[in-house]
């Protein structure tokens, strides 16, 4: 299984990004996968979770209504929407596939990992 995050960048607090997560060697369907991201000095938080059967999403509070997660079966992509960002958003995203079809931003359920894309919002 090999997860591809990117997108990331630089833009000015206010402005928008898209991140990409292209998902391989796996069934796309049933399963969750999920965006989390790593600021310095901080630990990694849990972000966006879609789960691919039944389009459940997740957020964190932090994101609610700036962030859209959504995903393209046809490419094995994952997208992450980001609008309206604040400087507290720079951090490196990463992307992740839990086990099982599950809804969740609890980093234990997720076993593989992208690479991370740095993300960061200037004032």
């Known amino acids: 299984v090999q997860l591809q995050a990117s997108g990331g960048g630089l833009v000015q607090a206010g402005g928008s990004l898209r991140l990409s997560c292209a998902v391989s060697?796996?069934?796309?369907?049933?399963?969750?996968i999920a965006w989390f991201r790593q600021a310095p000095g901080k630990e990694r938080e849990g972000v966006a979770c879609?789960?691919?059967?039944?389009?459940?999403?997740v957020y964190s509070d932090s994101v609610q209504g700036r962030f859209t997660i959504s995903r393209d079966n046809a490419k094995n992509t994952v997208y992450l929407q980001m609008n309206n960002l604040k400087p507290e958003d720079t951090a490196i995203y990463y992307c992740a596939k839990g086990r099982g079809a599950i809804a969740t931003l609890w980093t234990g359920r997720y076993d593989y990992w992208g690479q991370g894309t740095l993300v960061t919002v200037s004032s």
């Open positions: 879609i789960v691919s059967d039944n389009d459940d999403t």
């Open positions: 060697g796996l069934t796309f369907g049933n399963s969750a």
